[in-house]
């Protein structure tokens, strides 16, 4: 039994070893790190000493102390920026380093310049020492006017020279604590990048990225991310203190925490320098903005910017590359932008661009499945050509017991004498026999020279010859005036056309109806008909 225990006990420490422990980010940090800003704080000191042994006499001195540097988050796109109060609020009295300079040049004694208090040898003059420091009281020798100075430094390619100006709307009690400062200048457009607040730490948020700007941002100082574990999860407790703790030493303390799954910012970090690491969470973020009258909000160039992301971050570089264009014709010096444009246009084309890949072919649809087997089609299939089979021979043997016309009129010529189906290019199907009418779509039939000289049409042959004698038949007269219509010329012979001779008896069979021939070629006209089908002469000329 032990020695199986110990089996197992190594197989699970081998799969801890390949399985991730908890799951790191995934989201995309570039979301927030357009928003990022360096924030420095410094105060302007203006102290006045009073000497009032013998005439009283003044001197008045002007200095600037530098408090903090650290890092924030603007929230709004006119500038409000959020960080720790410790960043423009020092621990140390600005006032108490502006009277030890001011005491020491004026009663040129040694006092160093720092922010401790001091104390003389002289006693008159360690009792004025002690009341020029503050408070300030009826007895104090010493007036001072403080002005605290924060400069704003967003990140920004070409960054602006100086930074923005800004003043602090609120401040808190702790270190700690939310500090929130709107830019007085370089806000008026509502342009400014702003990263997306969250609402709070999630109870399952075990890893978050610390946005830390470590001095002034530019095109080769971006921000920084360092990845660091809340133990617990969804604590707010850090496993690396002494990692965050150098951190903050380097310039984090304000920094954005982002929980990297929903790229957003859910706290800033805070501490060093003898303060604790402190974690201050989004609703604490949200209170201090409400208690300022701000709202965070988003503003025209996140949203396009956005925009630009989704293609960007599926590899569609050459989709991506007009967006983010986009974007630097609202904002030229969006950084962020900027960086991904160049990218983007780098591997536009190439084999890394999704969007240069032919489109795969979307696949055919299913056909579904037939319930019946398929030996019943093959059956089916052998039937059918079987029965086509014994149609064929059914025809042949039909075909082969028509009897032989030899001798008897041409076949294509029905018994009423019209041309059978082929026998003129460009018909469209032959005259059916014992119809008085042809169809609407026929075209003339030819009266072929055999046809027209069997014995159906001419009728039996005369048993004597037909006399020479010119006048009409039966004791009819011809007319008086033989002379042809108006227009018209007789012809200068008489005698039909080559080839062609006309019956011994015009006359038509009997039962059938009188047949009328072209006088332009001499073939026969179909009833109803206007135009011969073989010359085109109008039938009524």
Same mark, same amino acid.
């Given at each position: 039994?032990?020695?199986?225990?110990?089996?197992?006990?190594?197989?699970?420490?081998?799969?801890?070893?390949?399985?991730?422990?908890?799951?790191?980010?995934?989201?995309?940090?570039? @979301?927030?790190?357009?928003?990022?800003?360096?924030?420095?704080?410094?105060?302007?000191?203006?102290?006045?000493?009073?000497?009032?042994?013998?005439?009283?006499?003044?001197?008045?001195?002007?200095?600037?102390?530098?408090? #903090?540097?650290?890092?924030?988050?603007?929230?709004?796109?006119?500038?409000?920026?959020?960080?720790?109060?410790?960043?423009?609020?020092?621990?140390?009295?600005? @006032?108490?380093?502006?009277?030890?300079?001011?005491?020491?040049?004026?009663?040129?004694?040694?006092?160093?310049?720092?922010?401790?208090?001091?104390?003389?040898?002289?006693?008159?003059?360690?009792?004025?020492?002690?009341?020029?420091?503050?408070?300030?009281?009826?007895?104090?020798?010493?007036?001072?006017?403080?002005?605290?100075?924060?400069?704003?430094?967003?990140?920004?390619?070409?960054?602006?020279?100086?930074?923005?100006?800004?003043?602090?709307?609120?401040?808190?009690?702790?270190?700690?604590?939310?500090?929130?400062?709107?830019?007085?200048?370089?806000?008026?457009?509502?342009?400014?990048?702003? #990263?997306?607040?969250?609402?709070?730490?999630?109870?399952?948020?075990?890893?978050?990225?610390?946005?830390?700007?470590?001095?002034?941002?530019?095109?080769?100082?971006?921000?920084?991310?360092?990845?660091?574990?809340?133990?617990?999860?969804?604590?707010?407790?850090?496993?690396?203190?002494?990692?965050?703790?150098?951190?903050?030493?380097?310039? #984090?303390?304000?920094?954005?925490?982002?929980?990297?799954?929903?790229? /957003?910012?859910?706290?800033?970090?805070?501490?060093?320098?003898?303060?604790?690491?402190?974690?201050?969470?989004?609703?604490?973020?949200?209170?201090?903005?409400?208690?300022?009258?701000?709202?965070? @909000?988003?503003?025209?160039?996140?949203?396009?910017?956005?925009?630009?992301?989704?293609?960007?971050?599926?590899?569609?570089?050459?989709?991506?590359?007009?967006?983010?264009?986009?974007?630097?014709?609202?904002?030229?010096? $969006?950084?962020?932008?900027?960086?991904?444009?160049?990218?983007?246009?780098?591997?536009?084309?190439?084999? /890394?661009?999704?969007?240069?890949?032919?489109?795969?072919?979307?696949?055919?649809?299913?056909?579904?499945?037939?319930?019946?087997?398929?030996?019943?089609?093959?059956?089916?299939?052998?039937?059918?050509?079987?029965?086509? #089979?014994?149609?064929?021979?059914?025809?042949?043997?039909?075909?082969?017991?028509?009897?032989?016309?030899?001798?008897?009129?041409?076949?294509?010529?029905?018994?009423?004498?019209?041309?059978?189906?082929?026998?003129?290019?460009?018909?469209?199907?032959?005259?059916?026999?014992?119809?008085?009418?042809?169809?609407?779509?026929?075209?003339?039939?030819?009266?072929?020279? /055999?046809?027209?000289?069997?014995?159906?049409?001419?009728?039996?042959?005369?048993?004597?010859?037909?006399?020479?004698?010119?006048?009409?038949?039966?004791?009819?007269?011809?007319?008086?005036?033989?002379?042809?219509? $108006?227009?018209?010329?007789?012809?200068?012979?008489?005698?039909?056309?080559?080839?062609?001779?006309? *019956? *011994?008896?015009?006359?038509?069979?009997?039962?059938?109806?009188?047949?009328?021939?072209?006088?332009?070629?001499?073939?026969?006209?179909?009833?109803?008909?206007?135009?011969?089908?073989?010359?085109?002469?109008?039938?009524?000329?």
């Amino acid at each position: 039994m032990p020695r199986l225990y110990s089996l197992v006990a190594g197989l699970g420490a081998l799969a801890a070893l390949a399985v991730p422990m908890h799951p790191h980010p995934s989201g995309s940090t570039d @979301r927030v790190t357009p928003g990022a800003v360096r924030v420095e704080s410094s105060s302007h000191v203006r102290i006045t000493l009073l000497d009032d042994r013998g005439v009283i006499k003044q001197l008045a001195r002007d200095y600037d102390v530098d408090l #903090a540097k650290g890092s924030g988050f603007t929230v709004t796109p006119d500038g409000v920026v959020v960080t720790a109060t410790q960043v423009v609020q020092a621990a140390d009295d600005p @006032r108490v380093y502006a009277a030890n300079r001011v005491f020491a040049e004026y009663f040129k004694v040694k006092i160093p310049a720092d922010f401790k208090r001091h104390s003389l040898d002289d006693a008159d003059l360690d009792r004025r020492l002690q009341a020029c420091y503050p408070p300030q009281q009826t007895d104090s020798t010493c007036i001072a006017d403080v002005t605290t100075n924060v400069s704003v430094y967003p990140n920004l390619d070409p960054p602006p020279a100086g930074g923005l100006p800004a003043q602090i709307l609120t401040t808190g009690a702790s270190p700690a604590a939310p500090a929130v400062l709107k830019v007085t200048k370089g806000g008026e457009k509502q342009s400014l990048p702003t #990263a997306p607040l969250g609402t709070a730490i999630g109870g399952a948020v075990e890893s978050l990225d610390v946005m830390t700007l470590t001095g002034r941002p530019s095109a080769k100082l971006p921000p920084k991310l360092d990845t660091a574990h809340l133990d617990p999860p969804g604590s707010r407790t850090f496993k690396e203190r002494d990692k965050v703790a150098k951190l903050l030493d380097d310039g #984090a303390a304000g920094a954005a925490l982002i929980d990297d799954g929903k790229s /957003e910012v859910v706290g800033f970090v805070s501490g060093g320098g003898g303060e604790p690491v402190t974690i201050t969470p989004a609703d604490d973020i949200r209170s201090a903005l409400v208690a300022a009258g701000v709202t965070p @909000r988003r503003g025209p160039v996140d949203v396009v910017y956005e925009n630009a992301l989704a293609s960007y971050h599926n590899k569609l570089y050459s989709g991506a590359i007009p967006a983010l264009q986009q974007v630097l014709n609202l904002r030229p010096d $969006h950084a962020v932008a900027a960086d991904h444009l160049r990218v983007a246009q780098s591997k536009a084309g190439t084999a /890394e661009d999704a969007g240069a890949r032919p489109a795969a072919r979307p696949a055919a649809p299913k056909q579904p499945k037939s319930s019946v087997p398929p030996y019943v089609w093959a059956a089916g299939g052998v039937v059918v050509l079987a029965l086509l #089979a014994v149609g064929v021979v059914l025809l042949r043997r039909r075909s082969a017991a028509r009897p032989d016309t030899g001798g008897q009129p041409d076949p294509g010529i029905d018994g009423h004498g019209y041309a059978a189906q082929g026998d003129f290019a460009g018909e469209a199907g032959s005259y059916p026999p014992g119809e008085n009418s042809w169809p609407p779509y026929a075209v003339t039939r030819v009266f072929g020279a /055999e046809a027209a000289r069997s014995p159906e049409v001419m009728g039996p042959a005369p048993a004597t010859p037909v006399p020479a004698d010119p006048s009409p038949p039966g004791g009819q007269a011809y007319p008086a005036d033989l002379s042809p219509p $108006h227009g018209h010329a007789l012809p200068a012979d008489p005698s039909p056309p080559r080839g062609h001779s006309y *019956p *011994p008896n015009p006359s038509p069979p009997r039962g059938q109806a009188q047949l009328k021939f072209c006088t332009q070629c001499g073939m026969r006209l179909g009833q109803g008909h206007r135009f011969c089908g073989f010359c085109g002469n109008p039938a009524d000329s």
